[in-house]
């Protein structure tokens, strides 16, 4: 078999390419369909847009785009795409109350019969700059034998920085304290004890503030919550307003 020419080889593949059918009609390409924002502190707002483009020959429509969970928003996409032009779909990711490794997914429709549904993840690590371990506490409920009540609390940094514990503010001056540091710039223990008489009614909630070296998180917060049941009430019934017969017939 003799070799076949490189040019009309070359000719040949450029002349597929312009035969109708051989693009298709509805085609998209991310391109990022995961996005890994790194490390960002607890609170703040995380902003990306997925950017899209249409190598198809016919306009592709995004219906809807819906994320896994409310802390997700989309902020805007666009909804209708023309042939070898670029789409964009921006979300934002809500951080309050986060800790650890997040994954969140968002599912985007399209009118794409091979593409009906695509996923974008959107993920990363959220670090509390100042952990409080617990941040409430529940310390029990106060009856007549209660000789105190005890709990404590581990300041512990997540941060690159160093922590200082530059103060202390106890909710009241009777409270009993203690603080120790396990690890300098590191962790840091508040050991306190409340000792009768109990101050409050019901469900009584008190805090220790601490004071740092952080710039954006200067002052944090331990709660600690402690219930005192109402006192009984006794209805006493006075001698003089019964009646003196019905006090007979009772004696009868």
């Given at each position: 078999m003799k070799n076949i020419n490189p040019v009309i080889l070359l000719l040949l593949f450029l002349t597929l390419l312009n035969i109708p059918g051989c693009t298709r009609p509805f085609a998209i390409q991310f391109e990022k369909e995961i996005h890994d924002f790194g490390v960002v502190e607890e609170g703040e707002k995380v902003n990306y847009t997925y950017i899209f483009k249409n190598n198809g020959t016919e306009p592709v429509t995004i219906r809807y785009v819906q994320p896994s969970c409310?802390?997700?928003?989309?902020?805007?996409?666009?909804?209708?795409?023309?042939p070898g032009t670029k789409g964009r779909i921006s979300v934002i990711l809500d951080t309050p109350r986060y800790n650890g490794d997040v994954v969140k997914l968002i599912d985007v429709k399209t009118n794409i019969p091979e593409q009906k549904s695509i996923r974008l993840t959107l993920k990363?690590?959220?670090?509390?700059?100042?952990?409080?371990?617990?941040?409430?506490?529940?310390?029990?409920?106060?009856?007549?034998?209660?000789?105190?009540?005890?709990?404590?609390?581990?300041?512990?940094n997540n941060a690159d920085t160093s922590l200082k514990i530059?103060?202390?503010?106890?909710?009241?001056?009777?409270?009993?304290?203690?603080?120790?540091?396990?690890?300098?710039?590191?962790?840091?223990?508040?050991?306190?004890?409340?000792?009768?008489?109990?101050?409050?009614?019901?469900?009584?909630?008190?805090?220790?503030?601490?004071?740092?070296?952080?710039?954006?998180?200067?002052?944090?917060?331990?709660?600690?919550?402690?219930?005192?049941?109402?006192?009984?009430?006794?209805?006493?019934?006075?001698?003089?307003?019964?009646?003196?017969?019905?006090?007979?017939?009772c004696i009868r």
């Open positions: 409310v802390c997700t928003r989309i902020l805007e996409w666009d909804k209708m795409v023309s990363g690590r959220i670090i509390i700059p100042i952990e409080l371990i617990p941040l409430n506490s529940w310390l029990g409920e106060v009856n007549a034998e209660t000789e105190f009540l005890r709990g404590s609390v581990e300041i512990k530059t103060g202390i503010i106890p909710p009241d001056n009777d409270i009993t304290y203690s603080f120790t540091i396990i690890e300098e710039d590191q962790r840091y223990k508040l050991d306190y004890i409340l000792y009768p008489p109990f101050k409050g009614k019901e469900k009584v909630e008190k805090k220790f503030t601490f004071k740092t070296n952080n710039e954006k998180n200067e002052y944090v917060s331990h709660k600690f919550f402690y219930y005192i049941p109402s006192a009984p009430v006794i209805h006493s019934l006075s001698f003089n307003s019964v009646n003196k017969s019905d006090t007979l017939d």
